[in-house]
């Protein structure tokens, strides 16, 4: 799979992510559905701790990602709903080191949301990838 950056602009490149990718050559894609910060049995961990909540969403996306045969590496398009912008924004360094551990900065959209599936969760995301 080739991954060629489209940045029209360069201001979303110091948030992490990419306007665009062209994506070519890709063979297989999944689809993630939203990952949050819950154990192996649903139950939501970290109450009140977005840093906390974010950093367990990507723990599980990765796990998600190796069961697939894939990594960070191989995301090309982000989806996060965080019931707090501001707050998840104060922590999206946590995103920075996972995904710049990996070289990759997908393109993503952040939205804010009133609330998500489980009560007590703040925090989403939703991937797609592709190798």
């Known amino acids: 799979?080739?991954?060629?950056?489209v940045n029209p602009w360069d201001w979303s490149l110091k948030l992490g992510y990419n306007q665009a990718e062209v994506i070519q050559g890709a063979t297989r894609q999944v689809i993630c559905a939203g990952q949050t910060a819950v154990d192996a049995n649903g139950n939501p961990?970290?109450?009140g701790d977005m840093r906390g909540?974010?950093?367990l969403a990507l723990e599980n996306l990765e796990a998600?990602?190796?069961s697939a045969g894939m990594?960070?590496?191989?995301?090309?398009?982000?989806?996060i709903y965080a019931t707090d912008v501001d707050e998840a924004l104060k922590n999206f360094d946590v995103l920075g080191q996972r995904f710049g551990a990996a070289q990759s900065a997908p393109p993503m959209t952040l939205v804010g949301v009133t609330r998500l599936a489980i009560p007590g969760l703040?925090?989403?995301i939703e991937a797609t990838a592709c190798d």
Not at 1 to 5: E, K, L, N
């Open 53 to 55: 909540q974010i950093g």
């Open 1 to 5: 799979m080739q991954r060629t950056a």
């Open 122 to 124: 703040l925090f989403e």
């Open 64 to 66: 998600v990602l190796t």
């Open 71 to 79: 990594d960070l590496s191989n995301v090309t398009r982000l989806g």
């Open 45 to 47: 961990q970290h109450p």
